[in-house]
């Protein structure tokens, strides 16, 4: 710099000093001005300073790739020299200004804003800019003297997805999310060592959570940078109500929990996003507790959850259920569920493993446990009742249903095979069969009953049956009688009217509607 001395007054002119950056002390920013300071006796000072290409580094005790970016500006300070041992001797106004700044993953763009020194107070006012193209407004303080500050700050409708550019994400694994995201911001700490809190309330518009949809999500939240808690958590879905708490860590050493309470949600709108291949109808009821262990370094966090679901009364593929209890058990990737309850007169039971990775080669890697359907005691003319087949409602029996399956397919739709039996074949008081009996095929979205055959009305019975749960329209029968006794069989209708042995094709299409064709033989 240059000095020149007159009126017992020092002036510099060409004032020049750089700026080293907050942690490897590489010169990266340019301080120029003037100043001038009254000598004898001691009085006023003044310094017109402008700041090129600061980095933000340098103002925060955190590692360079965290905060990266500069800022520019301009400040006039003023104050008295024989008060200089106070910093807050010192007046000052200006401006800054940055292009944009990566703050812990995120984008800061057009940044601005007004700043005041006053008792050793810098205020910044007026403060804009973009969150990742998202407008933001905030004010906030700095006290020179311990260098604590506070901030509030604005967020309107911001989109959710940034979040995954956060630079603790590589140590969690944070389920797709969309949505946009609003809340206010109260931050307060210290810049050197750096400490903060921060708080806010949140209101979430049509979040969607790996495909899973919302209406409104409302919650509390406070973090102090290791881990985020989450309160008053009140969210509209489905029909339905999710409340409850969550502690997310950022520490990777840190234990994570989730409780939720789900209350009254609408299972066919959830089990459509959720992509499960049958329809259901009905409330849902339950509990979500889980588990954020802790993680070693360089290892993706994993979560263990356990969902407790409860349904009073619920329709699966039209089908009613009672009573049915289900838990859901989530770890490194995989899903365990367990599903009881009652249904048609008898009572069904499902177990099963299914990973939530969507591609086939996550199957080569971990064998999945087997699965298994067991329906047991379940009453034809209810079953008839239910698919509305009410011709079929008098015929009545008894059927059984085992089936071991497993999840290791590329669409993750069961696959296996099993028995199907029905004991006891009746119109209402008639006798047809003791027990029929066939094999049961789970593949490609299908459910195919083959060899399904036994004794019936003196005869033989053989049918097979495909039904399509995708497509329930598409779903076919056929049936094979052979030398069955006509007076035996049609006796609930005929009474003693016809007699002897009879043969017959029957084949058919079910949906809502059932039609079909038949080809019968009588011998004479």
């Known amino acids: 710099t240059d000095v020149k001395y007159a009126d017992w007054t020092l002036y510099l002119t060409s004032l020049k000093a750089n700026i080293a950056d907050g942690t490897r002390n590489d010169v990266t920013g340019i301080m120029k001005g003037t100043g001038q300071i009254q000598i004898a006796p001691l009085g006023d000072l003044r310094f017109d300073l402008s700041l090129d290409r600061v980095s933000a580094s340098a103002l925060v005790d955190v590692p360079s790739d965290k905060v990266q970016g500069t800022f520019s500006g301009k400040l006039s300070l003023r104050g008295q020299a024989d008060k200089l041992q106070s910093v807050k001797s010192l007046q000052g106004d200006g401006t800054i200004h940055s292009d944009r700044l990566m703050i812990y993953g995120l984008v800061l763009e057009q940044i601005s804003a007004a700043v005041r020194l006053r008792d050793g107070i810098v205020k910044l006012d007026e403060f804009k800019s973009r969150l990742e193209g998202t407008p933001i407004a905030a004010s906030g303080e700095l006290n020179l003297s311990d260098y604590a500050f506070l901030a509030k700050l604005d967020i309107r409708d911001w989109g959710l997805a940034s979040l995954e550019k956060l630079a603790f994400t590589d140590r969690i694994a944070l389920p797709a999310l969309d949505g946009a995201f609003t809340t206010n911001v109260i931050l307060q700490g210290k810049l050197k060592p750096l400490e903060f809190k921060a708080s806010g309330d949140a209101k979430t518009q049509d979040l969607k959570v790996n495909g899973l949809a919302t209406n409104t999500v409302r919650f509390h939240w406070e973090t102090d940078g290791k881990k985020i808690d989450v309160s008053a958590l009140d969210a509209l879905l489905y029909d339905g109500k999710v409340t409850g708490t969550a502690v997310l ?76 209890h289900g838990t859901v058990e989530y770890q490194q990737g995989m899903l365990d569920y367990k599903l ?57 029996g008894r059927l059984n249903l085992e089936v071991n399956y497993t999840h290791e397919t590329p669409d993750r739709f069961p696959e296996g095979q099993g028995t199907l039996r029905i004991s006891n074949v009746r119109w209402n008081d008639t006798r047809l069969s003791d027990n029929l009996q066939g094999d049961v095929i789970l593949s490609e979205q299908q459910i195919r009953v083959r060899g399904l055959e036994g004794d019936l009305a003196q005869g033989t019975f053989t049918a097979r049956l495909t039904y399509d749960l995708s497509q329930p329209e598409r779903s076919s029968f056929a049936v094979n009688l052979e030398r069955v006794e006509s007076g035996q069989l049609l006796a609930p209708w005929l009474d003693k009217k016809i007699a002897g042995p009879i043969q017959a094709r029957i084949r058919g299409i079910l949906g809502r509607a059932w039609r079909g064709s038949a080809d019968v033989e009588m011998a004479s």
């Open 249 to 324: 860590p950022f520490d990777p050493m840190a234990e994570g929990k989730l409780d939720l309470r789900i209350q009254s949600i609408n299972a066919k709108q959830l089990a459509k996003d959720l992509h499960i291949p049958f329809t259901a109808e009905g409330n849902v009821d339950g509990m979500v507790n889980g588990m954020l262990p802790p993680v070693q370094a360089n290892k993706t966090r994993t979560a263990v959850l356990h969902v407790d679901l409860k349904a009073p009364k619920l329709r699966v593929q039209n089908i009613p259920t009672e009573q049915l």
């Open 340 to 396: 009881e309850g009652k249904t048609l007169g008898g009572t069904f039971d499902l177990v099963g493993q299914v990973p939530v990775a969507p591609g086939p080669q996550d199957l080569k890697k971990v064998p999945l446990k087997k699965g298994r359907l067991s329906i047991q005691n379940v009453q034809m003319a209810n079953l008839f009742k239910a698919l509305n087949v009410r011709s079929a409602e008098s015929l009545k």
